[in-house]
T-cell receptor, first 115, second 114 residues
Framework: KAGVTQTPRYLIKTRGQQVTLSCSPISGHRSVSWYQQTPGQGLQFLFE???????NKGNFPGRFSGRQFSNSRSEMNVSTLELGDSALYLCASSLVPDRGNYGYTFGSGTRLTVV | GNSVTQMEGPVTLSEEAFLTINCTYTATGYPSLFWYVQYPGEGLQLLLKATKADDKGSNKGFEATYRKETTSFHLEKGSVQVSDSAVYFC?????????????FGKGTKLSVIP
């Protein structure tokens, strides 16, 4: 079956612009989480969504937002881009929010470069 | 809060050598523990997991045992191959603020030379 699909794979944006990233979870998965990966900070939790509701948000400014649609697909948006937003953004899906019994499957990520 | 500490890399080993990557954690609750692997240009792949104390996770020759008394989850493999070269992340999942977010270590880069 198809895995977690993230689009686009690569993106170059200018400071001050905004960007929208997309994540399509594995069919049947209803929980989607987003993570930011940078060389300095490592992997940091951004958001978790389940049944179109945001269950939690990590320690990121309000410029970072997201949503989940009724088909479980999710988008995240970053407004007023800064150079420090350059990162690999990873999406993970699970059947339901899970402490480990089902596990999370990650996509290949979107590489965002802000210039 | 939750945190994961894993040994700094990079780690360079010869093929067929024994691998250990240390991982310790701090958690407010009773977490599940994971090892993820990341190959160049790719996302994270779940390598193995353990959801309760004394559980041993294993996959592809890798093993790790959930040690509650030492709050550790060290990754081991008896004989590494060149294809094992990747970055390895230790992580925990614990319900906090209403979600099971993953908390990751900084990652350990492993290079295996023929």
């Amino acid at each position: 079956k198809a895995g977690v699909t993230q689009t686009p794979r690569y993106l170059i944006k200018t400071r001050g612009q905004q960007v929208t990233l997309s994540c399509s979870p594995i069919s049947g998965h209803r929980s989607v989480s987003w993570y930011q990966q940078t060389p300095g900070q490592g992997l940091q939790f951004l958001f978790e969504y389940f049944s179109e509701t945001q269950r939690n948000k990590g320690n990121f400014p309000g410029r970072f937002s997201g949503r989940q649609f009724s088909n479980s697909r999710s988008e995240m948006n970053v407004s007023t881009l800064e150079l420090g937003d350059s990162a690999l953004y990873l999406c993970a899906s699970s059947l339901v929010p899970d402490r480990g019994n089902y596990g999370y499957t990650f996509g290949s990520g979107t590489r965002l470069t802000v210039v | 809060g939750n945190s994961v500490t894993q040994m700094e890399g990079p780690v360079t080993l010869s093929e067929e050598a024994f691998l250990t990557i240390n991982c310790t954690y701090t958690a407010t609750g009773y977490p599940s523990l994971f090892w993820y692997v990341q190959y160049p240009g790719e996302g994270l792949q779940l390598l193995l997991k353990a959801t309760k104390a004394d559980d041993k996770g294993s996959n592809k020759g890798f093993e790790a045992t959930y040690r509650k008394e030492t709050t550790s989850f060290h990754l081991e493999k008896g004989s590494v191959q060149v294809s094992d070269s990747a970055v390895y992340f230790c992580a925990l999942s614990d319900e906090g603020a209403g979600s099971y977010q993953l908390t990751f270590g900084k990652g350990t880069k492993l290079s295996v030379i023929p």
